[in-house]
């Protein structure tokens, strides 16, 4: 991407840049760093003039002039030719060292993390060891066979693609290996979707929050988000500060924007709901199954999270009740995001589409990665009592860290996944995914998840870190908190009144 950021889009996406907590420059830096990290504001994009940001934010050139600096001494800014840099990323730094493990929010590929960071950026999980490792043995032997072949493969090999179908059937939704698009993982996926059934400037429905890379490859695809807003959390628990109400999905909102907007696609996480946790009941599945194909709507399904079912609840998956659901799965987050596997079921000429449109992308998947999926989609339920069991105690954990450590956050309780949603006591997100760093912890900011500049009230933690780590991560948060606090500015807009619900 390359192009320009004028000064007034630059200080919308700042906000509440300016806290009073370090010298104005370094916070003007380290805000601009951040939404280059987390991709709000693109790589190789010229920032405005020193004189138009100076202008714009009422604030000195110097003041400018030295956030530029520190920006490109940190590798964040081109030196460029004449004064206006250009976003980009450190080409060198440290090595690995992920202490949360994960996959990249976005803007910023193989970016590592410092040694001693906590990760609250990710919401992933380290590989189930031994089962991965026991499939790739079998794979290494089942592998001769298909040597003589030539290896490409649109759909994905036959045994991964009979597994994935067999999953679907057992589920309760009949399938064939004709139904089965095999992927690197379902954001793979969601672009052969994305790039097969939705074209430029066509809307796209979304959940209001979402997952964050999904709403990136929807913009990407130059398709405009229909944001329908999740209901906010109910009945905050007088004591533990987590929510006692199921507050769903706001079914008559998605049923108006389906009715009125006619979104070319509607993108949905029923199962375990990123970043909220939530599960759709049974009886609004039926409904939105039902209001989108009034609208004309392709439904389509990420089922990514479905496995990490934490209170055993059952519901069934949304293609069940309807074949033009489009459904995304992947292995990630019940085995190993490393894998990267993912599928489409959808009705067949559909599946002969998307196998069309992926070769403009890729000619097919690695051969010995499928083969091992195939054995782990066999056998998917193996790892996950001792996945579940340790994502329960963790969801416990933080619960009650966040009640009695973090005082005027409410968070509610997931039903499954890999996080937790949090309302704060401030619209001091991006301010905290600021300072973070300073107390040992990465967080994504609420942002992420919306658009407009929707969540600065919200930050999602993920407890895919055992308790201990749990416990640091929230001493760090609180902190950051109190840094904030201490600041001027900050206090005045903890004593506003609270920001209309957006969630
Ligand atoms: C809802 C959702 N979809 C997709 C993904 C990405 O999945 P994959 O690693 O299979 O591309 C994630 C990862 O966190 C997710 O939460």
């Not at 992308?361 to 499928?370: K, S």
């Amino acid at each position: 991407m390359s192009g320009s950021l004028n000064p007034s889009s630059l200080a919308r996406l700042l906000g509440e840049w300016n806290l009073g907590a370090a010298p104005a420059y370094r916070e003007l830096a380290d805000v601009v760093r951040l939404l280059v990290l987390d991709g709000r504001v693109p790589l190789d994009v010229a920032l405005p003039s020193e004189r138009a940001l100076a202008a714009t934010l009422g604030i000195s050139r110097t003041t400018v002039t030295a956030a530029y600096s520190l920006l490109r001494e940190q590798g964040f800014l081109s030196s460029g030719q004449g004064s206006r840099g250009r976003t980009c990323i450190p080409q060198s730094g440290p090595p690995g060292g992920h202490r949360g493990g994960g996959a990249h929010l976005s803007g910023a590929p193989g970016l590592a993390v410092p040694d001693g960071i906590l990760d609250l950026a990710y919401a992933s999980l380290p590989a189930s060891g031994e089962v991965v490792h026991r499939a790739f043995a079998s794979a290494l032997t089942e592998l001769p066979a298909l040597l003589p072949g030539f290896g490409y493969d649109a759909l994905g090999v036959i045994p991964l693609r009979e597994a994935i179908a067999r999953h679907y059937s057992a589920a309760g939704v009949p399938t064939t290996a004709r139904q089965i698009l095999v992927t690197s993982g379902a954001q793979h996926a969601l672009n052969i979707v994305l790039r097969t059934l939705a074209g430029r400037s066509d809307k796209v429905l979304v959940e209001h929050p979402s997952y964050p890379n999904a709403l990136d490859a929807i913009r990407a695809a130059g398709c405009r988000l229909v944001p329908v807003a999740m209901p906010a959390a109910v009945h905050p628990h007088p004591r533990s500060g987590a929510s006692g109400g199921r507050p769903g999905w706001d079914l008559e909102a998605i049923e108006t924007a389906l009715r009125q907007q006619r979104p070319a696609m509607a993108y949905v996480v029923p199962d375990f709901h990123n970043p909220t946790g939530r599960l759709m009941p049974d009886s609004q599945r039926r409904r939105l199954v039902r209001a989108a194909a009034a609208a004309g709507t392709v439904l389509v399904v990420d089922e990514t999270l479905r496995e990490l079912n934490l209170d055993g609840v059952d519901s069934t998956p949304l293609a069940a009740f309807s074949p033009a659901v489009v459904s995304i799965g992947s292995l990630s987050k019940s085995h190993w995001a490393g894998l990267r596997t993912g599928w489409i079921r959808a009705e067949e000429p559909l599946i002969q589409r998307f196998a069309a449109a992926r070769t403009t992308m890729d000619l097919g998947g690695p051969v010995v990665e499928q083969l091992a999926a195939a054995h782990l989609v066999n056998a998917l339920a193996e790892p996950l009592p001792a996945r579940l069991a340790s994502l329960r105690d963790n969801r416990d954990a933080l619960l009650e860290l966040i009640a009695g450590r973090l005082p005027g956050w409410q968070s509610e309780r997931p039903d499954g996944g890999l996080s937790v949603w949090c309302r704060l006591p401030a619209p001091i997100s991006t301010a905290l995914a600021v300072v973070a760093p300073d107390f040992g912890i990465r967080l994504a900011a609420g942002p992420r998840f919306g658009t407009g500049g929707a969540f600065e009230h919200y930050l999602r933690v993920p407890f895919t870190l055992p308790p201990e780590q749990l416990e640091t991560a929230v001493a760090a948060l609180r902190s950051a908190q109190d840094k904030l606090e201490a600041s001027p500015q900050l206090r005045r807009s903890l004593g506003a009144p609270p920001a209309a619900a957006i969630a």
